[in-house]
């Protein structure tokens, strides 16, 4: 259900040095004397959003996208971007492209030239409804903690500086009486060089003596003086590896901060929960529990595209079982494979294949898991396990026939591992979280091969 904003402060141009005096006076005029509207200021913690597409800057001024630039695209930015495909005939996905981009520039140059960027709020109103398809992580964050949003949208056009907005929106349902509890938003627009040169003031844009976590939506760049300095700032930075655009690559690059102790989690890992727990599920009947030891066949089935999850479950794998990582082979094609050699503690060989799977219907998340089995050599070995996502993918699986009897699951529906509930779920937790960082350590052994 739609939590419904109250509006303290739609976006407002400011300039960098009055930036905590526009807020304050936000607060100064909503601070409950006399019979107004009560409003409590962020008090939790702060979130700054790395966001390099500048989709919602865009849709904002051509009326399509009538909440706060936040930077994190939930439902809300969805459902502007559906809109604007609608209105330039193209096909409704709800999923930007570089041709929605194109048009939206040249549609923002032309009206800005015309002087009519400026749509009007009736019309965005009429153009996107937010009761109709949810509102953003940015809105839900702000449900259950009042905390400072800073987005930091990179443009490709040319280094004019920065340009500051500030804004404060209210969920309904934390009102209590009079009284509402707020989130302050701050966006900088700019080219990433321009980040850089005000990477301080940056920095002291986040609350003092707050929790901060950094929303890094790009791919890892330890030479972006920008990233090194929010990563040492930072109380952990939170990555998504289902969007690197160099997923191995980028993804030994989380391996190699980890172990340099940076505070670090990726949302990706989060979506192989219900994998893990299933998987170690079929091996907790007492009949079963030793079986888990002769296991040596491991076949993943992924969308192609990103083979990170992949590569991330058989490095839990492979640290819950001690194996050790010898070799890796990588086959390109209609299928993109992965053949992986380890060792068990005995000498053991386990053959391991990771298969980038072309599908017709892609998911919202780019490399998420299709099927994977376990199997053994030895045919008496009662430890054959399929898990699956779909119906096809328990079916292929199954296919590849063999005389051991499987114990088959198909994975219930993943709704709660969509990219917003993640990353709320992640600004609740504290602390390391210890068996990523096992499982990661064992992944980098594999990326290293």
């Known amino acids: 259900m739609t939590t419904p904003l109250v509006s303290l ?19 100064q005029m909503y601070s409950g004397s006399g019979d107004g509207l009560a409003a409590t200021r962020a008090s939790t913690f ?38 604007a495909q609608k ?19 040249e549609e923002f140059k032309a009206k800005s030239a015309q002087g009519k960027v400026n749509i009007t709020e009736a019309t965005a109103v009429k153009q996107y409804s937010p009761d109709m398809e949810g509102a953003g992580i940015a809105d839900a964050i702000a449900s259950t903690n009042p905390c400072r949003i800073i987005a930091l949208v990179s443009t490709t056009e040319e280094d004019e ?40 003031i940056i920095s002291e844009l986040m609350i003092p003596d707050l929790p901060k976590f950094i929303w890094w939506k790009a791919g890892i760049d330890e030479e972006y003086s920008l990233f090194q300095r929010l990563t040492k700032e930072c109380d952990r930075i939170i990555v998504d590896s289902s969007i690197f655009a160099q997923p191995e690559i980028e993804l030994l690059k989380i391996g190699q901060l980890l172990e340099k102790d940076i505070p670090l989690s990726d949302i990706n890992w989060a979506r192989l929960s219900s994998w893990q727990e299933l998987t170690a599920e079929a091996f907790d009947p007492p009949e079963r529990r030793s079986s888990i030891w002769e296991v040596d066949q491991v076949t993943i089935d992924y969308e192609k595209g990103n083979p990170n999850q992949a590569l991330m479950f058989l490095g839990w794998l492979a640290s819950r079982l001690n194996w050790q990582p010898k070799s890796c082979e990588r086959e390109t094609g209609d299928y993109d494979i992965h053949k992986v050699t380890l060792t068990n503690p005995e000498g ?7 298969a980038g799977i072309p599908v017709g219907d892609w998911g919202e998340i780019l490399g998420d898991l299709i099927s994977l089995k376990l199997t053994s050599t030895n045919l008496n070995a ?28 198909q994975v219930t529906s993943l709704a709660d591992q969509e990219t917003e509930n993640l990353l709320s779920k992640e600004l609740q937790r504290w602390g390391k979280d210890a068996l990523y960082r096992e499982s990661m350590a064992f992944t980098k052994q594999i990326l290293e091969l």
Request: hydrophobic share 35%.
């Open 9 to 27: 402060q739609a976006p407002k141009d400011v300039s960098l040095d009055y930036i905590d005096n526009e807020l304050r006076q936000i607060w």
């Open 46 to 83: 702060s979130i700054l959003v790395y966001e390099p597409d500048a989709i919602q800057p865009l849709l904002s001024a051509l009326g399509f996208y009538t909440g706060p630039i936040d930077g994190i695209a939930g439902p809300r930015t969805t459902s502007a971007i559906k809109a």
């Open 87 to 105: 209105a330039y005939n193209f096909e409704v996905t709800g999923v930007s492209s570089p041709e929605l981009m194109n048009k939206l520039q």
């Open 161 to 200: 500086g920065v340009k500051a907005q500030v804004s404060a929106y209210c969920p309904v349902n934390k009102r209590s009486e009079n009284s509402l509890i707020c989130c302050e938003y701050i966006t900088i627009t700019g080219v990433s060089s321009a980040f850089e040169r005000i990477s301080g």
């Open 348 to 354: 053991k060989i386990i053959k391991a294949e990771l």
């Open 382 to 409: 009662d430890c054959c396990t399929v898990l699956c996502s779909e119906t096809t993918g328990c079916m292929r699986m199954e296919a590849g026939g063999g005389a051991q009897s499987c114990r088959v699951q």
